[in-house]
C-alpha cells in the first residue's frame, strides 16, 4: 500500500499546482490559479488539521503507530506548504490576513515534528484543534464569497456561483474535513483523553453533518455521471464506516471485537477521503469547463 505522504502528494497535485511566484495586487484577480482551485486547496486544509490530529491519537492508542507517525509528520509537511502557497495567492487583504491567523495558531502544533508522543500534548490537540479548523474554515468561506463577488469575468463568474459551483466545491470538500474528524473524536474515545460527554457531542454534530451534506451532493444538480459513480461508492462504504464508529462510540468498554472495528473504520474511511478528493477534483472540473 502507498504510504499517505505518496497519496496526499499524488492528491494535491490533482487539486492544484501553485506554480505562481507573481502576484497581482491584493484588488485584482491572482494569476496562476482558479478562484475553484483555492477554494478546493483551503478546504484540504480544514481535512489535513482532522487528520493530524487523528493520526496523533492513533499513535497515543498504539493503532499501527510507526505508520501514523509517517502519516502524522507527511500531512504537517504538506499543510505548512499549502498554507505558504495559500499566503502568497490571496487575493485580498482579508484572506491575506486570515491565512496569516491560521499560521499563528499552527505554531502551537510544532511539537508534532518531535517523537514526544504524549496524553499531555493529545490534549493540546484537542483545545487547538478547534480553532485552528474553525480559523482554516473562515478562509474557505472568504474564498466563496470573493468568488461570488469578484468582478474581474463577472458574467460568467456570476453564473457559475448561481450554479451554486463554489459553494458545491466547499460543502464536497468539508465531506473530506468530517471523514478525519470522525475517526479522530471515535479514537479519542478509545483512548479515553478528554471530556467523554464533550467528545460525544462533538462526534454527533460532525456525523449529522456529514450525512445531511452527503445527501445533498447525491442530489446536487451539477453532478455528472462520474460524480454520481463516486458518490454510490462513497455511500457504500460510508455506511461500513459508520456502523463500526457508531459501535466503538456507543461501548462502554472497549472490548479486542470493537478495536478491531476501529481498525477496519479507520482502513475503510481512507477510501472515502480519497474517493471525496476525486469528487472535488470532479466539481471542480465542472466549474473550470463552464467558464470556457
Known amino acids: 500500500m502507498k504510504t499517505i505522504f505518496s497519496l496526499i502528494m499524488i492528491a ?7 506554480n505562481a511566484t507573481t502576484l497581482s495586487p491584493s484588488t485584482s484577480k491572482p494569476l496562476g490559479l482558479s478562484i475553484y482551485e483555492a477554494i478546493n486547496k483551503a478546504g484540504y486544509q480544514r481535512m489535513l488539521t482532522q487528520r493530524i490530529a487523528k493520526s496523533y491519537m492513533i499513535i497515543i492508542g498504539n493503532l499501527d503507530p510507526a ?9 504537517a ?9 495559500l499566503k502568497e495567492y490571496a487575493p485580498t487583504d482579508d484572506i491575506k490576513s486570515q491565512f496569516r491567523y491560521v499560521e499563528i495558531l499552527w505554531r502551537n502544533y510544532k ?5 514526544d508522543f504524549s496524553e499531555e500534548n493529545a490534549l493540546i490537540i484537542l483545545k487547538f484543534n478547534e480553532k485552528i479548523l474553525k480559523a482554516c474554515n473562515d478562509a474557505v468561506t472568504l474564498l466563496e464569497q470573493y468568488a461570488v463577488a469578484q468582478t474581474a469575468n463577472k458574467d460568467q463568474e456570476m453564473i457559475n456561483d448561481k ?7 466547499n460543502v464536497s470538500g468539508r465531506q473530506r474535513m468530517l471523514s478525519q474528524r470522525l475517526l479522530f473524536f471515535t479514537v479519542t474515545k478509545f483512548n479515553k483523553i478528554g471530556d467523554e460527554a464533550e467528545v460525544n457531542r462533538k462526534f454527533s454534530e460532525a456525523l449529522g453533518l456529514f450525512n445531511s451534506s452527503l445527501k445533498n451532493l447525491i442530489s446536487n444538480a451539477q453532478n455528472t455521471e462520474e460524480i454520481d459513480t463516486e458518490l454510490l461508492n462513497i455511500t457504500n462504504r460510508w455506511e461500513e464506516v459508520e456502523k463500526n464508529i457508531m459501535s466503538v462510540m456507543g461501548a462502554s468498554e472497549i472490548t479486542v471485537q470493537e478495536k478491531d472495528k476501529l481498525i477496519d473504520a479507520i482502513k475503510l474511511s481512507e477510501q472515502v477521503l480519497f474517493s471525496f478528493d476525486e469528487v472535488v477534483f470532479l466539481y471542480e472540473r465542472v466549474a473550470e469547463s463552464k467558464k470556457k
Open 12 to 18: 494535491s497535485f490533482a487539486i492544484s499546482s501553485l
Open 67 to 75: 505508520k501514523h507517525k509517517e502519516h502524522l509528520k507527511g500531512s
Open 77 to 85: 509537511r504538506l499543510f505548512e506548504n499549502n498554507l505558504k502557497e
Open 111 to 115: 511539537f508534532i515534528y518531535s517523537d
Open 163 to 169: 450554479n451554486g459551483l463554489s459553494n458545491v466545491i
